[in-house]
Structures are given as C-alpha cells and as structure tokens.
C-alpha cells in the first residue's frame, strides 16, 4: 500500500473493557513496531516484530498488553481491562528490516484511544 | 543503554530567520540518528538520517542536520524557516550495538512566528 495504516483512528472504551488496535505496514516491510505516546510526551517503544522470528516485547508495560502478527502483514496489539493511564496515542511503524540499521521507520497516523 | 534528549521543549523563531533544534545522545556503540517531524493530528514523518560518512546530511523540506561525535550532539537546522514548519520535531538513535530499537527524544515544539 501507499502507506501504513492504522484503525479505528479513534477509540472510546470504558475501563476494564479490552480494546484492539490494527495496524496494516507497507508492503514488503518485514519488521513492524509499536509505539505508545501519551500527551505532550515523547514516544514509547512497545514491541516490535522481525518476519518470523520472535517478537520483541521488552517494551510492554504490563502482561495487559500483547500483540501478534501474521507473517510479515497485519498486526493487531490488545489491551485487555483497560485502565485510564492506557490513554494515550499508539503508532505503529514498519520498515525494510530490522537488521539493516539504515532502514527508517514509515509511520501510520495513529488510533487515539480514550479510557474513560 | 541508549538515550536522547532535546533539551529544548519548545523553539521560537520568526519567518525568514535560521532555526536550529538540538539533540544529544548516548550509546554504547556507533550511532544512527533520526528526525522526525510530526504535524498536528497527523504520524511522524521521516526528515533526515545519519548512519556513516559525510557529517552533515540533508533532508526534506530544506532541512539539514550535522553530526557531531565528539559533542555526542546531531541538531536539526535549516537556514531560513517558514510559518509551515511549524509542528513537533523528534529526535531519535538506534545503537548499532544495541539491538534494533529506536529511542525518541521527548519533542521540541517549532513555532515559527510571521
């Protein structure tokens, strides 16, 4: 695709209810990130996956948050029982690789997710 | 462990007049610096990039970066700014001894005035 996606591009969600984000990276990207970036703040490092290998998840804040991918396509990241401090902006990127340190990361626009 | 910081929350400049948004950073093994621009309700946006060679790279939108290894610093510049740029500019590092994660600054904010 043109660029990497993100939906919904907005999420209102009760706490302790579990939400789903889905990010679709360019195509042909192998590696795919997750970022969190709550209000006037800088940007979160959450996981990040390599085409097959094992996913990096030493930026999860707490087992609330997993995240799966499909091969080198879509990626969904799920928040279960959300909490209000879970409000914040989460951007996902991708790019070439992870092993070529030159290949910067594409982001898409984001999902805003609000727990009330 | 890797880190940056802009130092800077937030850069006033008039229309016309240079801009410089500084960053500094550590690693442990050799660096690749990033800047991102992001506009209001939109994804970051890539600029620029420095991995080896020449010390001064070149980016979108007339921006320019120059790193610097001995002051561990790689600040954005661009000669003459405009109303447009205005938004938030981040500052990013990868350790190539490190791993694969890309660590942000938390932001400077670009506010050129006309």
């Known amino acids: 695709g043109a660029g990497v996606s993100q939906s919904p591009s907005n999420k209102v969600t009760e706490k302790g209810k579990d939400v789903e984000l889905r990010c679709d990276p360019i195509s042909g990207h192998t590696a795919l990130y997750w970022y969190r970036q709550r209000l006037g703040q800088g940007l979160e490092f959450l996981i990040y996956f390599q085409g097959n290998s094992a996913p990096d998840k030493s930026g999860l804040p707490s087992d609330r948050f997993s995240a799966e991918r499909t091969g080198e396509s879509v990626s969904t990241l799920t928040i279960q029982r959300t909490q209000q401090e879970d409000s914040a902006v989460y951007l996902c990127a991708s790019s070439l690789s992870v092993t070529a340190f030159s290949y910067e990361q594409y982001f898409g626009p984001g999902t805003r997710l609000t727990v009330t | ?114």
Request: with cysteine.
């Open chain 2, 1 to 114: 462990a890797q880190s940056v910081a802009q130092p800077e929350d937030q850069v006033n400049v008039a229309e016309g007049n240079p801009l410089t948004v500084k960053c500094t950073y550590s690693v442990s093994g050799n660096p690749y610096l990033f800047w991102y621009v992001q506009y209001p309700n939109r994804g970051l946006q890539f600029l620029l990039k420095y991995i080896t060679g020449d010390n001064l790279v070149k980016g979108s939108y007339g921006f320019e970066a120059e790193f610097n290894k001995s002051q561990t610093s790689f600040h954005l510049k661009k000669p003459s700014a405009l109303v447009s740029d205005s938004a938030l500019y981040f500052c990013a590092v990868r350790d190539g001894n490190a791993g694969n994660m890309l660590t942000f600054g938390g932001g400077t904010r670009l506010m050129v005035k006309p």
